[in-house]
């Protein structure tokens, strides 16, 4: 069972950038393929970005393509998301997921999460 445990979250104007950081326990974090997915006060939860164990393969959310960044640091058993240029509508608590399978996580699944961090963005 791995653990995940989100940060960097906060209020930020719109336009404005962040960078959560996803810190996971055990020394098998590199056979993880990691995301983020995020959950919107009365929306469901989407999926938000992917990476694969090598720091490969990354996959984005159309609504996300050109302002975030995922990234992976398996040395230090950290995943990141590199947020820029923020709209109002990212507002969302935002998780970190994890799972062997890349495939899940990209469809919004995943067999780990985190306990998310709240990221508000004002308008």
């Known amino acids: 069972q791995i653990q995940l445990v989100e940060s960097g979250g906060g209020t930020v104007q719109a336009g404005g950038s962040l960078r959560l950081s996803c810190a996971a326990s055990g020394r098998t974090f590199r056979n993880y393929a990691t995301g983020w997915s995020r959950q919107a006060p009365g929306k469901e939860r989407e999926f938000v970005a992917a990476i694969g164990w090598s720091g490969g393969s990354t996959t984005y959310a159309d609504s996300v393509k050109g302002r975030f960044t995922i990234s992976r640091d398996n040395g230090k058993n950290m995943v990141y998301l590199q947020m820029n240029s923020l709209k109002f509508e990212d507002t969302a608590v935002y998780y970190c997921?994890?799972?062997?399978?890349?495939?899940?996580?990209?469809?919004?699944?995943?067999?780990?999460w985190g306990q998310g961090t709240q990221v508000t963005v004002s308008s």
């Open positions: 997921v994890a799972d062997y399978d890349r495939g899940s996580v990209v469809a919004g699944g995943g067999r780990h």
